[in-house]
């Protein structure tokens, strides 16, 4: 039913991060600290790439028509994708913090890589986008830097053309790290229209943030789950 599909892709992105929080928020944190958080125009592709990225996991521009340039993200595609051709699947989106790009948490999915060869986890798609510097996902009031525009009505709108995702709300969710988190849940109507699951890691805790939006989804059920 659609409720368990729901419940199964939540409680995947849940079971996921929860494991690798604490790593996740110390590692990023640290750079973080130590990043460029100054916004600009040629911020939106990352420069130099590393020199390998885990497994599953490429590199890719997509064209932005409201900046008239050129976007990175980056890419995981499960282990079965290349085979089972006629298979769609639900997809992550993993939002950066502060100073990061399209590259700063590719680390994420060797975790994911790992419990979906270890059967713990099903297949899935995950994307890395680039928002920029210190968007926090919102697009500036002067129009230069449309993080939320790109992100939601060009990028997603990308992968769903490119690759074989479950096109649409129910194949959904979004998680990110303090930049990234907030960037998430900064705007509820915005993503319920989007994602069915969010989840918030950073440095405002996992249990006030669940407790939060069970109480949100509960007087509004068209609203993302986060975890």
Avoid at 48 to 69: E, I
Avoid at 195 to 208: N, Q, R, T, Y
Wanted: aromatic share 10%; charged share 15%; proline share 6%.
């Amino acid at each position: 039913s659609p409720m368990n599909h729901y419940i199964s892709l939540a409680l995947s992105a849940f079971a996921f991060f929860a494991p690798i929080c604490g790593k996740v928020i110390s590692a990023d944190a640290k750079r973080q600290a130590k990043s460029n958080q100054t916004n600009t125009d040629d911020m939106w592709v990352a420069k130099p790439l590393p020199s390998s990225f885990p497994a599953n996991v490429t590199h890719h521009t997509y064209r932005s028509a409201v900046m008239k340039r050129d976007v990175g993200y980056c890419l995981y595609l499960p282990p079965g994708y290349a085979q089972d051709t006629a298979r769609r699947y639900p997809v992550i989106y993993n939002l950066h913090g502060a100073g990061g790009n399209e590259t700063r948490a590719t680390f994420s999915a060797e975790v994911l890589h790992a419990g979906i060869l270890s059967g713990r986890w099903p297949e899935i798609i995950m994307v890395f986008p680039n928002g920029g510097r210190s968007t926090m996902y919102q697009d500036s009031a002067d129009g230069r830097f449309p993080a939320e525009t790109t992100f939601v009505k060009e990028l997603m709108p990308h992968i769903d053309a490119t690759y074989r995702t479950i096109a649409g709300r129910k194949g959904r969710c979004i998680e990110g790290f303090s930049m990234g988190g907030r960037g998430s849940t900064h705007d509820d109507a915005a993503m319920a229209g989007v994602c069915l699951a969010v989840m918030l890691v950073g440095f405002f805790g996992l249990i006030g943030v669940v407790t939060a939006s069970r109480r949100a989804f509960r007087t509004s059920p068209s609203a993302p789950l986060v975890f």
